[in-house]
């Protein structure tokens, strides 16, 4: 008998262990603390990463990683989701703008409100910022997306096809109906974008020429898109006096057209207006109750932003911007103007939200024309600056275009009825922002996210970590459909933040609104490391996720 030395079964043993050792993870993240999304209690756990998916969970430590990430029992949970993101276009022409979302530990934005990327042709272009007409080489969102995927981004997006883009590209900015022809045409335009990707209809009620739709022209393209499994997304007709009525109308659309509904940043403001939000929220709770699929989601601030332009009631509008910028430099249409701001209520009048106060609107952008001694200013102080009678200014402002204002009209205690209502979810309402190439913005483009887990979770209490979370990842990732994301589980899509619930922190205001929130350690994309320890990677993981009829 022929025996083995023990150094050849030693060998033996080690060679058969080389075998079996599984292939290293991508990436292993240990130490954890999990808040998962689902709104469970938070449970420690390893958590590996392969391929862009979430490989395993339990007790990893010590198995072959790429790379090991320790969390010392840090919070990791899914990345974060913007429910309205503004605009893509600063992620193709300014990447580093991508930063104020990633350190608020947002790895997918969905964008869009009225107004969209897609359908463009020379209606759409005629009012373009200057410059933008010869950036804009794309005519339908098929397109555009190939730019953004060839160019390469940093998180996920999504796209709305804007009701009032559809509108524009038809009918141009004009104050009327459609013909039954045109709109044929605008229901061709949102079957397009909706078969090119886009995951639903949105509207922006407020703005001109959007205001100018009825409750029947949305349904129809509202129609079009629940075809694809759209979603009808609103920034409604009214956030005041007539909050509630704006609210049955999406109720109307949704439960006409066929599709889920969801309310752009639910707010009553004003205000005599701020009761409003209790029933408001207890108006989508019925309408859910009887099987109408409506959520909603808020930004955690009581300044709102809009263009000062919206001061005016919409009609004005009816023959186009350049039309009433002309009819502004007449004194005698300037003193009626002001005569229907200061008496005139039956419309969305924010001279009233604002308590009838120019000290109360804040000027964070004049445009490229403007003074930028203004940014950062109220209009009162802006008017004294100028030595200009307030009213004067802020016609002539108007009568400028581009100035954006952020209104004081809101009050905390809407803001926390609508956290602990379990169908809103969160939004910045902003597009991205690189703070070296522009002077103001709302402070929500750089701290919502942190701001809620800082304020209404850790200081307030309002809500719990875990439900925040769920807000942020797993409920909005379901309005979307996007069932790979928003969970941590084997399976899911590794979108991951990894951040010390104790440090986390919003750190911009309404006087230094360009501030990187803290707090954000890391932000893991497709199963890449974009935030690597607070510091930006370079990576491009992100995809152009599109509707999926």
């Known amino acids: 008998m022929r025996l083995v030395s023990r150094a050849l079964l030693a060998g033996l043993w080690a060679a058969a262990a080389a075998c079996s050792d599984p292939v290293p993870f991508d990436l292993l993240i240990v130490n954890a603390r999990v808040v998962d999304g689902t709104g469970s209690p938070w449970y420690r756990a390893d958590v590996a990463v392969q391929g862009g998916s979430i490989a395993a969970m339990g007790r990893l430590a010590g198995r072959p990683a790429r790379v090991v990430i320790d969390a010392r029992d840090r919070v990791l949970a899914p990345g974060f989701i913007d429910m309205m993101g503004g605009s893509t276009l600063p992620l193709l022409l300014d990447p580093p703008s991508a930063l104020s979302k990633l350190t608020q530990g947002i790895t997918t934005m969905l964008v869009g409100e009225g107004g969209s990327l897609a359908p463009q042709n020379e209606k759409t272009l005629a009012d373009a910022a200057p410059g933008l007409d010869t950036v804009v080489t794309w005519r339908r969102y098929r397109e555009y997306f190939r730019l953004l995927e060839s160019k390469g981004i940093p998180l996920n997006v999504l796209h709305t096809v804007g009701a009032t883009q559809v509108r524009v590209a038809v009918i141009g900015e004009e104050g009327r109906e459609p013909t039954p022809a045109e709109l044929e045409q605008m229901k061709a335009l949102v079957r397009e974008a909706m078969e090119d990707g886009a995951v639903g209809l949105s509207s922006a009620l407020i703005y001109p020429p959007g205001a100018y739709a009825t409750t029947e022209e949305l349904i129809e393209l509202a129609k079009v898109a629940a075809e694809y499994g759209g979603v009808y997304f609103s920034h409604m007709r009214n956030e005041s006096g007539g909050l509630l009525e704006a609210i049955e109308e999406v109720v109307a659309i949704a439960e006409s057209a066929g599709l889920p509904g969801h309310i752009y940043h639910l707010k009553a403001a004003g205000e005599e207006n701020w009761r409003l939000m209790a029933p408001a929220l207890d108006l989508i709770r019925r309408a859910r109750d009887r099987g109408v699929d409506i959520t909603a989601d808020i930004y955690p601030y009581v300044r709102n932003g809009i263009g000062l332009g919206a001061f005016l009631h919409p009609r004005h509008y009816v023959q186009g911007d350049e039309a009433l910028r002309q009819r502004l430099g ?122 809620i887990l800082a304020k209404y979770v850790r200081e307030e209490g309002v809500i719990p970590l875990e439900e925040a979370i769920r807000k942020m990842t797993a409920l909005p990732a379901d309005r979307l459909r996007l069932y790979r994301r928003g969970r941590i589980a084997p399976g899911m899509a590794a979108d991951l933040v990894i951040f010390d619930p104790s440090r986390i922190t919003d750190r911009a205001t309404f006087t230094q609104p360009l501030q990187y929130s803290e707090g954000i350690d890391y932000v893991i994309v497709n199963g890449r490391l974009v935030i690597d320890a607070g510091r930006f990677t370079g990576a491009l993981p992100g995809l152009v996720l599109r509707n999926v009829p």
């Open 330 to 451: 007449d004194p005698a249409f300037r003193r009626e103007l002001r005569r229907e701001l200061e008496t005139t209520y039956d419309w969305e009048n924010w001279y009233r939200h604002v308590g009838r106060n120019w000290d109360n609107v804040l000027i964070t952008s004049v445009g490229r024309n403007g003074d930028p001694r203004f940014v950062g200013l109220s209009l009162s102080e802006a008017a004294r600056l100028a030595g200009r009678d307030v009213w004067e200014f802020f016609f002539d402002l108007v009568s400028q275009g581009g100035v954006s204002v952020n209104p004081l009209s809101m009050d905390e205690n809407q803001k926390r009825l609508a956290l602990r209502a379990p169908f809103v979810m969160f939004d910045t309402d902003a597009s991205p922002v690189n703070p070296r190439n522009v002077a103001s913005a709302h402070p929500r483009a750089f701290g919502t996210f942190p701001r």
